[in-house]
C-alpha cells in the first residue's frame, strides 16, 4: 500500500525543520515555509494563547536563539485532512538537555498545515526549561 501524501508531506517538513539553520534562508527553511499555511494557528505545549500566522511564528524565533531542538522521528499517520507524528524531542538551552516525547497534530489542507497542536508526556518539565 502506498503512503498517504501527508505522511510524506508531514516527514518533508519535521527532516527539514531539524535540518534548518536559522540564521540563513536556507532550503530546509523554504521546505517549512511551504509546509504552512500562511494563517497558520500554531498551538505551543504549554502555552494558553496560540501564535497566530507565519508572520508571528518568525517573529518569536529570537526567543529561542539559544535553544536547538532534534525530533526524531518515530511514526506518521495521515488521512486527507489530519496527519500525526510521534516522537521525541532532545531540546539543549543554556548548557542544559531535557527530552521528551510529543504527538504533533497537523490539519492540514491542499497540502499544508493550517493548524498544529502538540501534545507531550510532560508538559510541566517542558514549561519549566523554556521559561
Known amino acids: 500500500m502506498a503512503e498517504h501524501p501527508n505522511v510524506a508531506l508531514v516527514r518533508r517538513a519535521m527532516q527539514a525543520m531539524n535540518d534548518m539553520d536559522m540564521s540563513k534562508a536556507d532550503e530546509e527553511m523554504a521546505v517549512v515555509d511551504a509546509f504552512m499555511a500562511d494563517d497558520i494557528v500554531w498551538h505551543e505545549i504549554g ?3 496560540p501564535r497566530r500566522g ?4 518568525r517573529a518569536t524565533m529570537s526567543e ?3 535553544t536547538t531542538i532534534h525530533y526524531e522521528l ?3 499517520i495521515a488521512n486527507d485532512d ?3 507524528a510521534l516522537g521525541t524531542a532532545t531540546a539543549t538551552r543554556n548548557g542544559k ?3 521528551y516525547r510529543t504527538a504533533e497534530i ?3 489542507r491542499d497540502g ?3 493548524e498544529r497542536w502538540a501534545f507531550s508526556d510532560d508538559t510541566a518539565k517542558i514549561v519549566a526549561f523554556f521559561a
Open 74 to 76: 518515530h511514526d506518521v
Open 97 to 99: 538537555t531535557l527530552e
Open 64 to 66: 529561542f536563539s539559544d
Open 47 to 49: 502555552r494558553a494563547e
Open 106 to 108: 497537523f490539519h492540514i
Open 54 to 57: 507565519k508572520d508571528e511564528l
Open 82 to 84: 489530519h496527519a500525526i
Open 112 to 114: 499544508r498545515a493550517t
